[in-house]
């Protein structure tokens, strides 16, 4: 059984800076694809950032390029969602999410192991 941990979240200025972490249980994470997702209260879940097993490619939502920055280190089973220049329309819950190949999705029907969230609140 896969188990994906977020950490990181909170309060920030609108124009701060968040990272966020994602810690993965078990020894195949660095064959999987994994996303970052996020749902505001009345709203359906979007996809943030996505990247390939090895990490040597990503997307990005247009809402969040130049902005967001998605990583990982296999070696420390972690993926990481680098989030600068926030602005109070990123206010969601944000959660991980392994996908069911080593690429890299946008939909969220393609996820099958995911995180318990973490709440990120931009204040103007």
């Known amino acids: 059984q896969v188990q994906l941990v977020e950490s990181g979240g909170g309060l920030v200025e609108a124009g701060g800076s968040l990272r966020l972490s994602c810690a993965a249980s078990?020894?195949?994470?660095?064959?999987?694809?994994m996303g970052w997702f996020r749902q505001a209260p009345g709203k359906e879940r979007e996809f943030v950032a996505g990247?390939?097993?090895?990490?040597?490619?990503?997307i990005s939502a247009d809402s969040v390029k130049g902005r967001f920055t998605i990583s990982r280190d296999n070696a420390k089973n972690t993926v990481y969602l680098q989030m600068n220049s926030l602005k109070p329309e990123d206010t969601a819950v944000y959660y991980c999410?392994?996908?069911?190949?080593?690429?890299?999705?946008?939909?969220?029907?393609?996820?099958?192991?995911w995180g318990q969230g973490t709440q990120v609140t931009v204040s103007s």
């Open positions: 999410a392994r996908s069911t190949s080593r690429g890299v999705l946008t939909d969220p029907n393609w996820y099958n192991y």
């Open positions: 990247i390939i097993w090895s990490g040597g490619n990503t």
């Open positions: 078990g020894r195949t994470f660095s064959s999987y694809g």
